[in-house]
């Protein structure tokens, strides 16, 4: 037996009363489902859906109600206006994160290089990087770079957004620990843009996080060590042989981090450091220059 849309929608809705943003888990599930929109909602109430569909929309509630991440049930999450792949295997791409994305483009248009070579450490799903690009490309600045992660199966997330996103020519992945995955590779460096965002939780708080962050979303992309620092130590130590004098360096932080990450890229030798807040008032963004 099938359902109305509209009738579908309020039960959902009823089903996820409680979950912070359930109106519309329980509408972005909906829409997944069955192809529907916000115009379908409103002018076809009463549009048909059939019943595999229908109990595929209840299976999906029952698994969000399960703090599993809507975006791993959709598959899909937005970023910089594009659409990424997202799995299990690579952290769903966060609105706080745009601020990265946006400062260093901020920089580039504003700087006019003709060419540009870019270095994602800790990738995942790509979303940093291939935005860059994408951008880049739009404005007319004729850029490539390259996205690391330690993760295989990241980077076969990466891999597909790179073909969504049309960016094959422009863009690159290769596994490994940070600088060790530029190994073997002939054009690995020097870059004249970085970015990163890395594991930056304290690993004692992980365990206090909301159980769709603890328990969904990959450890491996979450924890920075007992001080949540230690992955910048490891990239402003690793950051000088493969950077061109006067590079730009911009890593996301933790909301309490940007003095801790700021001493530490000073006493790395880089100069020009700033810290920048997002839009909801809290650092986010650590930005320095590599020293002549």
């Keep these: 037996m099938g359902s109305e849309l509209r009738a579908l929608y309020e039960e959902g809705r009823a089903y996820l009363k409680g979950f912070p943003d359930g109106d519309l888990d329980a509408k972005i599930l909906l829409f997944s489902v069955t192809g529907a929109s916000d115009a379908d909602l409103l002018a076809d109430p009463h549009r048909a859906v ?9 299976a999906l509630l029952q698994r969000r109600k399960e703090h ?31 601020t990265l994305v946006e ?14 070579r870019v270095l994602d450490l800790c990738t995942g799903s790509g979303c940093i990087l291939l935005s860059v690009l994408h951008y880049l490309r739009q ?26 996103l049309d960016l094959a020519k422009e863009a690159s992945f290769s ?8 190994a073997d ?5 020097p870059f004249d843009l970085v970015l990163s965002n890395p594991p930056y939780i304290r690993e004692d708080v992980i365990g206090t996080l909301a159980p769709e962050v603890r328990a969904a979303e990959p450890h491996m992309a979450l924890s920075g060590g007992a ?14 042989p493969i950077c061109r004098d006067g590079a730009a360096v911009f890593l996301e932080i933790g909301y309490d981090q940007g003095g801790a990450v700021s001493r530490i890229l000073q006493e790395a030798g880089f100069s020009g450091i700033r810290v920048q807040k997002d839009l909801g008032g809290n650092d986010r963004v650590v930005s320095c220059k590599k020293t002549p």
């Design 50 to 58: 059939e019943s595999a569909k229908a109990s595929r929309y209840r």
């Design 68 to 98: 599993v991440p809507t975006a791993y049930l959709t598959g899909h999450a937005g970023f910089m206006g594009l659409d990424f792949l997202v799995t299990p295997d690579v952290l769903i791409p966060e609105q706080d994160t745009e």
């Design 103 to 116: 400062a260093a483009l901020f920089l580039v248009n504003a700087s006019h290089p003709k060419t540009l």
């Design 139 to 164: 404005a007319g600045i004729r850029a490539t770079g390259i996205g690391t992660d330690l993760s295989e199966a990241a980077l076969a997330v990466a891999e597909k957004n790179r073909a969504c």
């Design 175 to 182: 596994q490994g620990d940070l600088f060790a995955a530029l």
């Design 185 to 189: 590779r002939a054009d690995a460096g």
């Design 227 to 240: 001080d949540g620092l230690a992955f910048y130590r490891r990239i402003a130590a690793g950051l000088g």
